[in-house]
C-alpha cells in the first residue's frame, strides 16, 4: 500500500525567509508525486509533480520540490516566502496502475508573517 | 472554460436524511473521484470512477454511494447509514496517468 507522511502540522516563517514543508513517501515501484495547495473553503490547486527526470522540480508560484530516492522524500520548497503563501498544503503520491488513485498526506499549515 | 462544479457548496442534513452531492465536469477526463476532508486526516478517498457505468470503493465507502451515468456527471449520496457525515467533500477528475487532477471547490455537508 502506498502512504505519505507530512510531520509537521504547522509550518511558521517570516516573510522573505526560505521555506521548506517536509514530505516522505512510501511506494513499491516508482512513485508520481505531487504538491497541492489550498485555501479555505475551496478545493485544492495544483503546484507542481515529479513523473521521471530531473529531481529539482520547479512550478506555480515560485515553488519547487526536490525528489530524493534514497530518502524517499519529496519536500517543497521557496527561496522566499510571501504572506500570501500561507495556506495549506498536501503532498501526495499515485502508483501506475489500481485507478490512478491520489493518496494524500495529513496536510501542513503554512503561516508566513510579517 | 473547462473546469468541475460541486453543488451546493453549503448543504445540512438532518439526522436520518440522505442528501445528494452534485459534481459535474466538462474536461473530457474519464476519471473521477470522491474525497471526505476533516481537520488533520488529510484527504481520504470514498469512491471512484474510471469509466461509465463503473466505479469502485474507496477507503472509506461505508454509508455512501454513488453513480456514474454519464461522463460528465458523478454524484455522492450521503445515506444515514453514514454516523458521521459532517465534513468538507472534494470531487476531482483526472486523464491520463501521471497528470494528477482538477479539483471542484467543494461542498461542506452539516448534519443538524
Known amino acids: 500500500a502506498q502512504s505519505v507522511a507530512q510531520p509537521e502540522d504547522q509550518v511558521n516563517v517570516a516573510e522573505g525567509n526560505p521555506l521548506t514543508v517536509k514530505c516522505t513517501y512510501s511506494?513499491?515501484?516508482?512513485?508520481?508525486l505531487f504538491w497541492y495547495v489550498q485555501y479555505p473553503n475551496r478545493g485544492l490547486q495544483f503546484l507542481l509533480k515529479?513523473?521521471?527526470?530531473?529531481?529539482l522540480v520547479k512550478g506555480s508560484y515560485g515553488f519547487e520540490a526536490e525528489f530524493n530516492k534514497s530518502q524517499t522524500s519529496f519536500h517543497l520548497k521557496k527561496p522566499s516566502a510571501l504572506v500570501s503563501d500561507s495556506a495549506l498544503y498536501f503532498c501526495?503520491?499515485?502508483?501506475?496502475?489500481?485507478?490512478?488513485?491520489?493518496?494524500f498526506g495529513t496536510g501542513t499549515q503554512l503561516k508566513v508573517e510579517l | 472554460d473547462g473546469g468541475i462544479t460541486q453543488s451546493p457548496k453549503y448543504l445540512f442534513r438532518k439526522e436520518g436524511q440522505n442528501v445528494t452531492l452534485s459534481c459535474e465536469q466538462n474536461l473530457n477526463h474519464d476519471a473521477m473521484y470522491w474525497y471526505r476532508q476533516d481537520p488533520g486526516q488529510g484527504l481520504r478517498l470514498i469512491y471512484y470512477s474510471q469509466i461509465v457505468n463503473d466505479f469502485q470503493k474507496g477507503d472509506i465507502a461505508e454509508g455512501y454511494s454513488v453513480s456514474r451515468e454519464k461522463k460528465e456527471s458523478f454524484p455522492l449520496t450521503v445515506t444515514s447509514a453514514q454516523k458521521n457525515p459532517t465534513a468538507f467533500y472534494l470531487c476531482a477528475s483526472g486523464s491520463r496517468q501521471g497528470r494528477g487532477y482538477t479539483f471542484g471547490s467543494g461542498t461542506r455537508l452539516t448534519v443538524v
Open positions: 501526495a503520491v499515485m502508483i501506475t496502475g489500481g485507478g490512478n488513485k491520489l493518496t
Open positions: 511506494v513499491s515501484g516508482n512513485p508520481y
Open positions: 515529479y513523473i521521471t527526470g530531473d529531481n
